[in-house]
């Protein structure tokens, strides 16, 4: 199975910007996603984009974070503009073992990076 590591987080001021990446440890022709939990909240979802490369993104990150994906290195990556304080949680990377109709359900996942947003 397809493993992944997430690496590109840390502390930034509000209005900065942060670059993550997720790396698979092999081939991966299925969708690829980015979620975040925040303390005492729920994981939800942030971005997915599908191996052809149309993307979906929540409400909350439309218009700020940009989600791609190189398929011949097996990385997919989340730009993280305009960030705000409630911008604030552990990101996962996450991918399908096989095909879902849906870009929003995964069932492979990453350890999870910091990201800290200052005001």
């Known amino acids: 199975q397809v493993q992944l590591v997430e690496s590109g987080g840390g502390l930034v001021q509000a209005g900065g910007s942060l670059r993550l990446s997720c790396a698979a440890s092999?081939?991966?022709?299925?969708?690829m996603g980015w979620f975040r939990q925040a303390p005492g909240k729920e994981r939800e979802f942030v971005a997915s984009v599908r191996w052809g490369g149309t993307t979906y993104y929540a409400d909350s990150v439309k218009g700020r974070f940009t989600t791609s994906r190189d398929n011949a290195k097996n990385t997919g990556s989340l730009q993280m503009n305009s960030l705000k304080p409630e911008d604030t949680a552990v990101y996962y990377c996450?991918?399908?073992?096989?095909?879902?109709?849906?870009?929003?359900?995964?069932?492979?996942w990453g350890q999870g990076t910091q990201v800290t947003v200052s005001s």
């Open positions: 092999g081939s991966n022709k299925y969708t």
């Open positions: 996450a991918a399908q073992s096989r095909y879902y109709l849906s870009p929003y359900e995964f069932d492979i």
